[in-house]
């Protein structure tokens, strides 16, 4: 069998036969152990529960209902078929130009309409994914580098690596300082790089933060832009988040810090987004590089031939994007729903003294359980991570695989399930660290005392989920809750 595994390989290219794609990480591999045995509350109710995938799934009646009154946005209706042929037949890259308007216009209500982007340099991709990978074949040759602050998203590293020959190379983030990206640690990394003789060719951040779930200050972006004009790199902003953010107004997206920049070079500033997080449509595969280089939209949208968005994909979102006031009240009910399961989650664990990073945006917290390891190495956080997924059975994402620097932390996704699952998740949680004497808790007054960064609070969840925050399908008064809790 290995000779004929080694046959194959010879025969196929290196591209195709190495390990680029980055399937040997914890990350893929908590996908692995729920695939071979998925929880469901009837048929499976002691499988593993799916809490490592970032899916929005709590606002998808919304979409029913804006579908529901809108039949004839789709070429697949007897309302819309008249239009079926002419969507059918379209094949321009540049895509219809009655969807880069309604996306370009979603961006922008997205970001409280506090900037606007013009619809001329939408270009289309496959996905986040593919959008990344536009971006780096235009900015990079094999073996340049992009500098990436930790933790950052896994996939990345598939991303932007596995078929372009581009390098990431980390920028360590510490707890100490709640990871923030600091002038110190960019420099550090870029001087580390030009030791090696590694040519930097850019900065990537993600802001929301994947997987911290929070946003970069003003100051923080103003940093950064400085940072990449002093060195003339790029900078790539993955804002897929930005729709996810649960507090008003507070978040800055990159177009507004610029915007106020008159010394800033636009050429060197790209964003990525999709409608994956904002809106939940993973599966519609709509990525967007947007970027404000002539030069790179023009070849970017040549590129995005090898991955275009459906044109009936773009015909029926065209349609419901550009209804304002669907847009408005999507992006107003998502924002209060993530926020009640967010505070739902969070207050669950800290009934058994978990804490998290504090945050607010994404779809996932970053949960602390450096106490629970034996040892401060990425061996332990290894040998507890397998115990939550074959004892606790839950699928998180271990810190390591997010090249986070310190054991012991976690990425948990909250948004990808129903309220009853997710209590099912928190009673397995808390059932472990009660049964567990040698996982004994701090006080909340300890916690407090030695990471002031941490969400604590130790109040009931009948107490804390005020009505207005609660889903419109919370469990939370059925006896099953009553008696988990």
Request: with cysteine; glycine share 6%; charged share 25%.
């Amino acid at each position: 069998m290995e000779a004929s595994n080694n046959n194959n390989r010879s025969l196929l290219s290196k591209i195709a036969t190495n390990d680029g794609h980055g399937e040997k990480s914890p990350y893929f591999d908590g996908w692995k152990a729920y695939d071979a045995n998925p929880f469901h509350p009837q048929r499976n109710p002691d499988g593993v529960i799916q809490m490592g995938l970032a899916e929005n799934q709590l606002s998808f009646d919304l979409i029913q209902e804006w579908i529901e009154a809108n039949p004839n946005a789709s070429i697949c209706t007897r309302e819309g078929v008249s239009g079926f042929k002419e969507t059918a037949i379209f094949q321009d890259y540049h895509g219809l130009p009655e969807f880069r308007t309604a996306v370009a216009n979603f961006m922008n209500q997205v970001r409280g309409n506090r900037v606007k982007f013009d619809p001329d340099r939408i270009v289309m991709s496959g996905g986040a994914t593919g959008a990344h990978e536009t971006l780096a074949f235009c900015l990079a040759d094999p073996g340049e580098a992009f500098l990436v602050p930790t933790p950052y998203y896994p996939a990345f590293d598939r991303d932007l690596r596995w078929r372009t020959g581009v390098n990431l190379l980390p920028v360590v983030c510490e707890s100490s300082d709640n990871f923030k990206i600091t002038k110190e640690a960019l420099e550090t990394a870029y001087e580390k790089a030009n030791l090696a003789n590694v040519k930097v060719k850019g900065v990537l951040i993600t802001n929301p933060s994947n997987p911290l779930g929070t946003f970069l200050d003003r100051e923080t972006l103003k940093d950064v832009v400085n940072f990449i004009n002093d060195k003339s790199i790029h900078l790539v902003c993955d804002e897929i988040y930005a729709g996810t953010v649960t507090t008003g107004d507070e978040f800055v997206s990159i177009a507004e810090v610029i915007k106020d920049d008159p010394a800033c070079n636009l050429d060197l500033i790209h964003l990525v987004y999709s409608l994956s997080k904002d809106m939940g449509f993973p599966g519609f595969r709509v990525g967007i590089v947007y970027s404000y280089n002539d030069h790179v939209v023009s070849i970017a949208r040549k590129m995005s031939s090898f991955g275009l968005v459906s044109t009936q994909t773009q015909h029926m979102l065209a349609s419901m994007l550009s209804d304002d006031k669907f847009v408005e009240n999507f992006i107003s009910k998502s924002r209060i729903r993530l926020a009640c399961r967010h505070d739902m989650f969070t207050r669950g664990l800290a009934q058994v003294g978990i804490g998290s990073l504090e945050s607010n945006a994404g779809l996932f917290i970053w949960m602390d359980l450096r106490r629970f390891l034996k040892e401060p190495t990425f061996e332990s956080e290894m040998t507890f991570w397998r115990i939550i997924i074959n004892e606790i059975k839950l699928n998180v994402s271990p810190g390591q695989s997010f090249h986070c620097s310190e054991p012991g932390w976690f990425r948990v996704c909250f948004a990808n399930m129903d309220d009853e699952t997710t209590m099912v998740a928190l009673w397995r949680i808390k059932s472990f660290v009660r049964k567990n004497r040698n996982l004994e808790i701090k006080t909340k007054k300890q916690f407090w005392q030695n990471n002031q960064h941490l969400r604590l609070s130790s109040r009931r969840l009948d107490d804390i989920l005020t009505p207005h925050r609660m889903s419109p399908h919370s469990p939370l008064a059925s006896p099953l809750v009553r008696a988990q809790n």
